[in-house]
């Protein structure tokens, strides 16, 4: 079969549709299928293709752009209502009741498309606590990621100033770094980082599910309206420790000091998203391609 996998990327989009769209393709070009991965303003003919998969917030996959493709597939955990074959929402907790139009709907972190870790990469127990790690999106031009860095430097400083603290700087987000902080720059991915992490604190994107998927003890952060599901669903099944900007400091600080909240949120998390999400996807394309 062959796939037409298109995303967003850049300022205001960040990498998580990017990377998510490259764990399907991993995933689907395994089982011998012919994928193209390409950004949304490169898009291609579809009728050339068996199925395309839209990843998207700027472009709706039930335009007409996309009308010549056999199967048309989206994620979108927007609500959009999308008239497509497939929608795939991954958001934790989440249920299909919005996608009615829809003929398929895969909804919950069981579909999630986290890129599964290398052999190389190697998790770190669940111990004392030497490394935080703040990753608030790729595009965070704002430097919410910094002024988190700092506030833990802040509260950490007296306490346990042997604490490294990391911030990723994304790549069209604010650059600025403060005085103590290392600079973690990961334009492969984070996988490494996020298994080093003693504590991940993160906003609710890709990484969010990826800390997930590794077993991090990890503070998540709401900071845009389509992130308060994954987060807070991932809260309610005690996955995560839920936090704004102003007590995420007060919330690593209260980790430190309790390596059983660490563990038990380590093994809620796994059992949140076990990486199977892409598999899932996959045999749910081949379904509708073979009809």
Known sequence: MSFLLLFDEGPGAGLGHRRRME????ELTSRAHDCTLAP???????????????DSYRVRADGGAFAGAQVVGAVDDLARDLAVDLVVDPSPGTVGAAHR??????????????????AEVNEVAVGDVTRVLVTTG?????????????????????????????LVVGPWGASE??????AVHAPDGLASELAAASIVVTAGGVALLEACLLGRPIVALALAGNQRQAVHGLGRERAVVVATADSVADAVRA???????RIALSVAARSAVDGKGVTRVADTLEQLVWR
């Open 23 to 26: 764990a399907l393709a991993a």
């Open 40 to 54: 949304i303003e490169m898009v291609a003919d579809p009728s050339g293709y068996d199925a395309v998969v839209v």
């Open 101 to 118: 139009r829809a003929r398929r709907v895969l909804a919950g972190a069981a579909y999630a498309l986290v890129p599964l870790p290398g």
């Open 138 to 166: 790729a595009a965070d031009a704002a430097g919410e990621g910094a002024r988190i860095a700092a506030s833990l430097l802040r509260t950490l400083r007296g306490v346990r100033p042997d604490i490294e603290i990391r």
């Open 177 to 182: 770094v403060p005085s103590g902080v290392v």
């Open 255 to 261: 980790l430190i000091d309790d390596r059983s909240r």
